[in-house]
Nanobody, 119 residues
Framework: QVQLVESGGGLVQAGGSLRLSCAAS????????MGWFRQAPGKEREFVAS????????VYADFAEGRFTISRDNAKTTVYLQLNSLKPEDTAVYYC????????????WGQGTQVTVSS
């Protein structure tokens, strides 16, 4: 089992920044990739960014490219998502998730952290 705990969400004005954290614990040695997702009210959950624990390869959604940065601290088994130039449409609950190499889908999820961007 892997436990994920997000933090860092909050209320920010448009153009502002936030840094989200996702701390992993438990059987973290099985983790292959960590992803961030978000879900806005009335919308489906969507992918934001991901990073491999080994090698640090990153992938971003088009809307995140250039504004958001995902990073990791292997020693702390923590992943960060730096959100810059925030827009009201970035308002959502942000979730982190992870999966082992032998799974195609993320199977461990955090509880989510709310990000609200005011105009």
């Amino acid at each position: 089992q892997v436990q994920l705990v997000e933090s860092g969400g909050g209320l920010v004005q448009a153009g502002g920044s936030l840094r989200l954290s996702c701390a992993a614990s438990g059987r973290t040695f099985n983790m292959y990739v960590m992803g961030w997702f978000r879900q806005a009210p009335g919308k489906e959950r969507e992918f934001v960014a991901s990073i491999r624990w080994s090698g640090g390869n990153t992938v971003y959604a088009d809307f995140a490219e250039g504004r958001f940065t995902i990073s990791r601290d292997n020693a702390k088994t923590t992943v960060y998502l730096q959100l810059n130039s925030l827009k009201p449409e970035d308002t959502a609950v942000y979730y982190c998730a992870t999966r082992p190499t032998w799974r195609n889908e993320y199977n461990y999820w955090g509880q989510g952290t709310q990000v609200t961007v005011s105009s």
